[in-house]
């Protein structure tokens, strides 16, 4: 694994939460310029062989009081925050930001990686990141029937565990990423996760 030299604080955190999750036998990060590489392989000192994960990004876009902005998809009626797959050659941040706006029509700022997540049924890897919000005009999507902004406690009541986990690791005061694999339906590691006690406000 390369030593990270040159990276800002944000890609040293992921490069070592993607080490972490156990998805990355080399990583590079886009985060200071350099493109990300995630090479897979099928067991420790095997040959490299092609990518055997997809990679997601998603944004937990925190407002001033609190609350956090969240979509219900159109193909199946679940609450999530907003994300999707990061398109070859794009910068991290930059897929953050493009599926947040083209998902509610907000424009974010990128703040620090919260979360990475790792669904072994599917094989894909997301990565999460918290972010503040720099516009108020809402819209929906093709993916998206309805945009609202939940309290913490929303998002328990209204996300399915996988999603409002991601969501809650973004509101911690912490700034070390937290690393979990689930199967699309439970997690399977690192399930703990306690709700916020009060609305956290954007960082800064």
Not at 115 to 142: D, Q, T, W
Request: include cysteine; proline fraction near 5%.
């Amino acid at each position: 694994m390369p030593g990270g030299r040159g990276l800002d604080g944000t890609g040293r955190l992921l490069l070592r939460a993607v080490h972490k999750a156990g998805v990355a036998d080399e990583a590079t990060s886009s985060l200071a310029g350099a493109p990300i590489l995630l090479h897979m392989s099928n067991s420790a000192g095997k040959s490299q062989s092609a990518p055997l994960h997809s990679v997601s990004v998603a944004g937990v876009v925190v407002r001033e009081d609190g609350c956090v902005l969240a979509i219900r998809r159109a193909d199946d009626g679940t609450w999530e925050p907003p994300g999707g797959v990061l398109e070859l050659g794009e910068a991290v941040e930059d897929g953050v930001r493009r599926e947040v706006h083209e998902e509610t029509g907000i424009k974010v700022g990128v703040e620090r990686l919260t979360g990475v997540y790792k669904n072994v049924s599917r094989g894909i890897v997301a990565l999460v990141f918290r972010c503040r919000p720099e516009n108020e005009a809402m819209r929906l999507s093709e993916e998206s029937v309805e945009i609202a902004w939940l309290t913490p406690a929303e998002v328990s009541e209204r996300m399915a565990a996988v999603y409002a986990v991601r969501v809650l690791d973004g509101l911690r005061g912490d700034t070390a990423p937290s690393v979990r694999t689930h199967d699309g339906r439970h997690l399977l590691s690192g399930a703990s996760c306690e709700l916020p006690e009060t609305p956290l406000p954007v960082d800064g």
